[in-house]
């Protein structure tokens, strides 16, 4: 599995608890991050980079865990990667469409509603549903700063974001960014009971499961399942700051060089 | 000059100001910004390719507007390129040492901070001077989130940022990141009439001006300086955006790829 930086660990952390037997190699582009202020063509390119250097591992399956690489590039990746692609949009939305039959609101960064995959994911389900899009710049920065979530910036910022929906009542939210579960206490006060928050780590890691198992290939030990990291940046910081979005100690992080993503996109078969 | 993204616009600014019949290329490395919140040995290798790609026009000097890129690799760069390198951190420290004899504070960016380079160049030349310094992690999103400097949150994230400044009333404060100009204003009134603010754009300005006299190297023409642009992500945003840091129409963007910055990076010569 890829993501733009450390964000993807919420999705390994569902994952793990999804599959306690599998084992995972992860790859965190912090060198790069974020992918959610760029443009979609950009986003693509870096995306494919980063399935291609997974594809030398020949996995049973690749996990976009970044919203905005899913949003931007599941297309490209399906077409190229010899292996299944999974990705965290259509998860999300079929959550959402699942737990409400009400308007669904959805939080992203800037590029992932910019793209309109969402959107197009709920609409292609349900023509008529109402979808309420809000992208949140700041929320990736203030995840990654460690503010907590009582602190008063955090709550003045989501206020702000949050001042359309908490009007419009959505039947549910989807938090589509993987930062943003670390906030989901906040953002669930501010909302109210009645609005249920839909992560997308945590529907994306059931639809793997599924998928794996309808393809026989779910490894079925109760335990055991290593998770090796690389990172693109400094692999030190990738384990002390990963820490809080995986829930556990990262024991192996590796450095690998952004050239060397683009080498393996030119040696990608097909 | 190069920058990581659009901040450095506002050192094109104050140049064009300081010299108006001189011809300018900027790279903005904006697939890759920010740079202030990666490791030092990740932006020393993303500064050297961006000068690589400059040091291909043949300039007459490089400019790194970028403080982060500036703090992390100006020693690599006067090593690697054959043209003269002015950076933004040692005039912004003699502009803020010139303007008061007492204490000095610093906003910055993660990265600026913890190379202690401004706290170097502020002690190299006063070992008695007392330095505080600031990391402001939330300031460039807010800034390119396009916020206005009434703007409550940003209000109530500055003055976060400014309490423990506030009390040491510092004598000079410098604004060390490209992007803090366009919030001088904010930060002005937290702090007050008696804390000049030092601009190290507006400080590179003049000792690029100088050292280019020195060089007898000052284009004397009154006006008719051009500026070409080159971003590493998409040219219509980065010209849309752009306006902004820059204070005029940005004519002529254009796009190169980061593999293109790693392959001047090869043929860079020495």
Chains 1, 2 share one sequence.
Do not use: W
């Not at 992860?26 to 594809?55: C, H, M, N, W």
């Amino acid at each position: 599995m890829f993501d733009s930086g450390l964000g993807g660990l919420t999705v390994v952390r569902e994952l793990t608890a999804a599959m306690p037997g599998e084992d995972l190699v992860y790859l965190g582009d912090t060198a790069r991050v974020p992918y959610g202020i760029k443009s979609l063509q950009t986003v693509r390119r870096f995306a494919l980079e980063d399935a291609s250097f997974l594809a030398g591992f020949e996995p049973k399956m690749i996990v976009v865990a970044c919203n905005t690489a899913s949003a931007a590039a599941i297309d490209l990746l399906e077409q190229r990667c010899e292996m299944p692609v999974a990705d965290v949009i259509r998860p999300g939305a079929a959550a959402a469409l699942a737990a409400t039959g009400g308007a669904i609101g959805v939080l992203a960064t800037e590029a992932t509603i910019a793209s309109g995959a969402y959107q197009r994911a709920i609409l292609a389900a349900d023509p008529d549903r109402q979808v309420l899009a809000r992208s949140c710049p700041l929320l990736v920065p203030i995840v990654e700063e460690g503010r907590a979530q009582d602190d008063p910036i955090v709550l003045h910022v989501l206020t702000d974001y949050l001042r359309d929906l908490q009007r419009a009542r959505p039947g549910a939210l989807i938090l589509g960014c993987t930062h943003y579960p670390l906030l989901s206490e906040a953002i669930g006060k501010l909302m109210g009971p009645h609005v249920p928050l839909v992560s997308s780590a945590q529907a994306a890691a059931v639809e793997v499961r599924k998928r794996l198992a309808a393809l026989d290939l779910v490894n079925p030990l109760p335990t055991g399942g290593t998770l090796r990291c690389f990172t693109t940046d400094n692999a030190e910081r990738f384990a002390r700051l990963g820490e809080r979005f995986g829930g556990r100690r990262l024991e192996s992080v590796e450095y690998v060089g952004t050239d060397e993503l683009e080498q393996s996109l030119r040696t990608l078969t097909r």
